[in-house]
């Protein structure tokens, strides 16, 4: 009997565990990894298996006129050689056709690297993919122009769309009719299940009695942020091989606020009602809050600016935890979208009914195509009117999402490159993919303060856009000396201008996730500005000042600018950052 109760209790435990793992993540019915152009299985540097779109019984190619191909140069930055080093070339209108469960969601990832392949230039290829259902996913695309514009060198475009009632998912890539020679191409296709992770409708921001039905609508991802918190890949995630970027890119001015992570004995625990595949632990276990000053959090909102495209409706996904709070009334905070109230009196606890339970909001926005209405703002700030006991607000994740509008439409216009980017082109005569040249950049400024900062960063981001594109380094002097205006040379000491191109050149790095934080930067910043002035005076920079330098510098930490306004308190701050680094409420 005894025996029988043992292996009974075995057997239970046994369910429960595989019954909580279940729970923690989703495992999908549906995982095609397609590596376009390839004649061979490959694995990825996630150890994620791809197979070759010629030999797949999973999917079929249906095209008149493609060719595969390959590309020689390999960029520094791409994460993996698969999908990246094979592509499928179109010429003319093709169509891939998946066999899918029609009864879940997918995802749809496309990924593009818009090098050189055989005699094909990036910059001529243009054009479209629609899918069987008549959702336009792009049109008039370029990844050749959406790369060069986001600095970053390969492209990944992530879509959900809704269950295919035919069980088959077919994707049509034209190329356009408006461009000579224009061809399509693809790297990579995903196609993965996904559960229904959109079903519940959301408020529509600026119209408290209208809801905004989003389980039927294809979606575009735009941005996926763990605030507060640093890059996760998608092997990370919580089953839905999402990957998760650092918020601190899109932070507006200088209020940075502090993040925030949780202790070690504090447990993430996910309500009944609640997927845990919604966001992965690592999302809810870190925030990003105002600050412990009352009277600065008051004067000032934490806000978030994204770059979107005019006539779309989007979703915008806040994922909250807290942390710090165990109380309802602690921390009551107001959530503006675009200027608009999303949320008064916003309590985590409240929704949660306990500290360290994850929860979510849902709000849906429409954003015009006025002059200098193609952004999304999102903006949190103290709730006066509910007196709570700390003046703060807090945030764990963001998601935003664009929605296809009433004709099927998910295609916005190809980002432009900056003004800066365009004159490092000039002023270098930018050369073709991997190509070399031995010519020399000058820059002619003046010696006047301000504009001779201004061009020597833009001559050193000149010659690092050049080093990211193939070229050689022997050209550059030994680090830039020959860029800088004459009148200069000997006023500039050494170590602030090698410091000062150390971190123009980490700030252009191809991927987002590599580039430094704001508080890494002005921490440099005032290091270079250190540097200077122990070369004008002949005394040596403190140990406190290299140390903490080399530790930010080096990679020792991504440093927040709370940790840095910590240490930055006393005599060691000049008065030229003081402003950006501590940061006072106006």
């Known amino acids: 009997m005894s025996s029988h109760y043992h292996h ?3 057997l239970l435990v046994s369910l429960c565990l595989v019954l909580s793992s279940s729970a923690a993540s989703y495992v999908p019915s549906d995982s095609i990894l397609l590596n376009c152009g390839s004649s061979s299985e490959a694995t990825d540097s996630d150890g994620r298996k791809w197979i070759a779109d010629s030999t797949t019984s999973t999917s079929s190619l249906v095209s008149k006129n493609s060719n595969p191909a390959t590309t020689v140069y390999q960029d520094p930055s791409l994460p993996s050689a698969v999908p990246y080093m094979s592509a499928r070339i179109f010429a003319s209108e093709s169509t891939y056709k998946f066999a899918v469960n029609k009864t879940e969601r997918h995802w749809v990832r496309l990924h593009f690297y818009p090098s050189i392949y055989g005699d094909l230039a990036p910059a001529n290829s243009y054009f479209a993919v629609s899918t069987s259902d008549g959702v336009t996913l792009l049109k008039n695309f370029s990844a050749y122009i959406t790369a060069k514009a986001l600095t970053l060198a390969y492209i990944v475009k992530e879509f959900s769309i809704p269950p295919a009632s035919d069980g088959s998912i077919s994707l049509t890539f034209t190329p356009s009719d408006n461009h000579n020679g224009s061809f399509a191409f693809v790297n990579g296709i995903e196609i993965i299940s996904m559960p229904d992770i959109y079903s519940e409708p959301a408020e529509l921001v600026g119209f408290s009695d209208q809801n905004v039905e989003v389980g039927g609508s294809a979606l575009l991802t735009m941005y996926r942020l763990n605030v507060g918190g640093q890059y996760l890949p998608a092997s990370n995630d919580s089953g839905l091989s999402r990957t998760w970027y650092d918020d601190s890119p899109y932070i507006y001015g200088a209020g940075f606020g502090v993040t925030s992570s949780a202790s070690g004995k504090l447990e993430i625990k996910y309500p009944k009602d609640t997927a845990a595949y919604l966001a992965p632990t690592d999302v809810y276990s870190t925030a990003r809050s105002m600050g412990p000053d009352p009277k600065v959090n008051t004067n000032f909102n934490l806000t978030w600016i994204f770059q979107v495209d ?7 996904r806040l994922h909250f935890c807290e942390l710090q709070m165990s109380k309802i009334n602690q921390r009551v905070f107001d959530i503006f979208i675009n200027n608009q109230t999303a949320q008064a009196q916003a309590d985590v606890v409240a929704w949660a009914s306990a500290k360290a339970v994850p929860t979510y909001k849902d709000y849906a926005v429409y954003v015009t195509d006025g002059a200098g209405d193609e952004q999304l703002w999102v903006a949190l ?10 003046y703060d607000s807090v945030l764990n994740g963001l998601e935003i999402f664009k929605l296809n509008d009433s004709v099927g439409n998910l295609a916005g216009p190809n980002p432009e490159p900056s003004a800066l980017l365009a004159e490092a082109e ?3 005569e930018q050369p073709s993919f991997a190509s070399q040249s031995s010519g020399k950049v000058h820059m002619i400024g003046s010696a006047a303060g301000g504009v001779a900062a201004a061009s020597a960063a833009l001559a050193i981001c000149a010659v690092v856009y050049r080093r990211k594109k193939g070229m050689t380094g022997d050209e550059f002097g030994g680090g830039g000396a020959d860029i800088i205006d004459p009148h200069l040379e000997g006023k500039i000491g050494r170590e602030c201008l090698q410091k000062f191109a150390e971190t123009a050149g980490m700030c252009l790095l191809d991927h987002g996730v590599d580039r430094p934080s704001m508080g890494n930067v002005l921490w440099n910043l005032e290091f270079a ?8 005076s002949g005394n040596p920079v403190s140990e406190e000042i290299a140390d903490k330098a080399a530790a930010v510098g080096n990679g020792g930490g991504r440093a927040t600018v709370s940790e840095i306004s910590e240490d930055s308190d006393g005599q060691t701050t000049t008065a030229v950052f003081s402003q950006l680094i501590n940061p006072v409420g106006r």
């Open 381 to 390: 700030h103290p709730s006066a009117a509910a007196k709570p006991e700390y």
């Open 426 to 428: 000039l002023s270098t």
């Open 310 to 316: 005019g006539n779309f409706t989007y979703l915008v």
């Open 8 to 10: 009974l209790s075995f």
């Open 529 to 536: 500005l250190q540097l200077q002035e122990s070369f004008e």
